[in-house]
């Protein structure tokens, strides 16, 4: 089954960032870093999914560079999915694209892949699924 896990939004300052939704009443999860993707980010919970702010650590993050390119705003869609291995598997098999071959874990301990946006309607796609407990 897949469902809308969350939107990743790119932001210049997770801070102020942070300041908008507060405002709106909506309370943001504390910061965590993933070091992998050079980001420090917050979750912002919203019923069954999540907004996702996306704040660079260096100009190497793939957020800095879409910040450059693009400005702040929506970076990515991310689908949960119930067997990541297993649907990725079958996504290499039909020659969707990947952006990251290798299923990597992220914020919150939850695995994930991107698929890149030439396989996916020119949209960042990332699939998450939650890490087995235990693991």
Known sequence: MFSIDHLGIAVRSLAQARIF????????????????EKVRLAMVPLGESRIELLEPLSEESPIAKFLAKRGEGLHHVSLRVDNLA?????????????VNEQIQVGAGG?????VHPSSAGGVLLELCEEQPKGV
């Open 110 to 114: 939850h695995l994930y892949v991107f």
């Open 21 to 36: 939704y507060e405002k709106l009443g909506i309370h943001v999860m504390p910061e965590e870093t993933v070091a992998q």
């Open 86 to 98: 297993s649907t990725v598997e079958e996504l290499k098999k039909s020659g969707v694209r990947l």
